[in-house]
Nanobody
């Protein structure tokens, strides 16, 4: 069974940094688009950053210049480096990946369980 597991969340003061990691496991043939999303209490889940078509990165306006998404295909991993954190970045962060399983002609959308990021003022 394919799974995504996030780590690296925690409590940090405003202006600080955190690095989130997401590792995929299971019968994976290829990992296509990957991304990070977040959901604050009472809010909709929103895109934070995404890598599409292998190399093109897109970012939410609110995180441009502060967050960097990257991937290591050999490690089946996706990362989110978050710098200059603000209290409004507080949310549960979710990893997302479009994965083609071994022995399947179809791509499937997978989500991690989420990791809490709390930024204190």
């Amino acid at each position: 069974q394919v799974q995504l597991v996030e780590s690296g969340g925690g409590l940090v003061q405003a202006g600080g940094s955190l690095r989130l990691s997401c590792v995929a496991s299971g019968p994976i043939f290829t990992i296509n688009d990957v991304g990070w999303y977040r959901q604050a209490p009472g809010e909709q889940r929103e895109l934070v950053a995404r890598i599409i078509s292998g190399a093109t990165t897109i970012y939410a306006e609110s995180v441009k210049g502060r967050f960097t998404i990257s991937r290591d295909d050999a490690k089946k991993s996706v990362y989110l480096q978050m710098n200059s954190l603000k209290p409004e970045d507080t949310a549960v962060y979710y990893c997302n990946a479009v994965i083609r399983r071994a022995s399947s002609p179809w791509d499937y959308d997978y989500w991690g369980q989420g990791t809490q990021v709390t930024v204190s003022s």
